[in-house]
C-alpha cells in the first residue's frame, strides 16, 4: 500500500512557475512507476507526465513539453512537477499516481491511467492570465 500526498499547488500569474511534489508512504517508492495526471473542470483526466522507477526515463504530453520537467527522489520518497511558464490552460487540479508493473529493466513509463494502482488526493493550480 502506498499513500500519496501532493502539495505545491496554488494561485498564480501566467509565465508564473510552480514546483508540485509528491510525498509517498512506505519503503517501496523505488519499484513505482509515477505519473502527474491532471483534470480541469467539465474536462476529463489526462496524462501530463511519467517518470520510471529508476528516474532515467520520462515522457511528457505534447502540450506541456519544454515547459514541466518531471524527476523523483527515491531517498526521499518523492516525486516533483516543476512547471515554467505556465499558461491559463494549465489551471487543474493536479494528480500524482504510482504504478506498481513490474519492469525487470526499470525502464516501464505509462501514460495510461488505468495502469496505475494509488493515487494522491489532488492540488489545484490555477493560472491567471
Known amino acids: 500500500q502506498v499513500q500519496l500526498v501532493e502539495s505545491g499547488g496554488g494561485l498564480v500569474q501566467a509565465g508564473d512557475s510552480l514546483r508540485l511534489s509528491c510525498a509517498a508512504s512506505?519503503?517501496?517508492?523505488?519499484?513505482?512507476?509515477m505519473g502527474w495526471f491532471r483534470q480541469a473542470p467539465g474536462k476529463e483526466r489526462e496524462f501530463v507526465a511519467a517518470?520510471?522507477?529508476?528516474?532515467?526515463?520520462?515522457y511528457y504530453t505534447d502540450s506541456v513539453k519544454g515547459r514541466f520537467t518531471i524527476s523523483r527522489d527515491n531517498a526521499k520518497n518523492t516525486v516533483y512537477l516543476q512547471m515554467n511558464s505556465l499558461k491559463p490552460e494549465d489551471t487543474a487540479v493536479y494528480y500524482c499516481?504510482?504504478?506498481?508493473?513490474?519492469?525487470?529493466?526499470?525502464?516501464?513509463?505509462?501514460?495510461?491511467?488505468?495502469?496505475?494502482?494509488?493515487w494522491g488526493q489532488g492540488t489545484q493550480v490555477t493560472v491567471s492570465s
Open positions: 517518470i520510471s522507477r529508476s528516474g532515467g526515463i520520462t
Open positions: 512506505g519503503r517501496t517508492f523505488s519499484w513505482y512507476a
Open positions: 499516481a504510482a504504478d506498481r508493473t513490474y519492469s525487470s529493466s526499470g525502464s516501464y513509463y505509462s501514460r495510461n491511467g488505468a495502469t496505475y494502482n494509488y
